[in-house]
């Protein structure tokens, strides 16, 4: 049975309630980016994406010589995937307990990639 036109027209004729918004909601998802710029590439990922991953996934060189041989694969235990924040550190998680064992003597805008979340937009230097 096909409703009738009066039926549509009512269900048209629906006002949002006072205090609702007629804009449909916005999607969760919020993007982040991150610019290699020694690769001078620029990178868009979801927003909280590991930075040692989305280098990987866009193959962006992280490692050394000796880091590509042995590194911990992520768990924040060699130091091998350091890189230094250009612009944007307010945009990466809180450095980790692990990080602040690792760069104990490296400068303040050294991180280490796999502990490393990506907020916003951030430039970052591979290999520093
Ligand atoms: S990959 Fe080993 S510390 Fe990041």
Redesign the pocket.
């Known amino acids: 049975m096909q409703p009738a036109d009066t039926d549509l027209q009512a269900i048209s004729d629906v006002q949002p309630e006072e205090g609702m918004s007629a804009e449909p909601p916005k999607p969760a998802f919020q993007s982040a980016s991150i610019k290699f710029i020694k690769e001078d590439k620029e990178v868009v990922a979801a927003q909280g994406a590991n930075l040692?991953i989305k280098a990987i996934e866009n193959q962006v060189d992280?490692?050394t010589l000796g880091?590509k041989l042995m590194?911990?694969?992520?768990?924040?235990?060699?130091?091998?995937?350091?890189i230094e924040v250009v612009e944007g550190m307010e945009n990466l998680s809180p450095r980790t307990a692990?990080e602040e064992r690792?760069l104990k003597k490296k400068p303040a805008s050294y991180r280490?990639?796999?502990?490393a979340l990506v907020n916003g937009e951030v430039s970052v230097k591979t290999k520093p």
Not at 71 to 82: A, D, E, S, V
């Open positions: 040692r992280l490692y880091g590194n911990c694969g992520g768990y924040g235990q060699c130091g091998t995937c350091i692990f690792k280490l990639a796999c502990q």
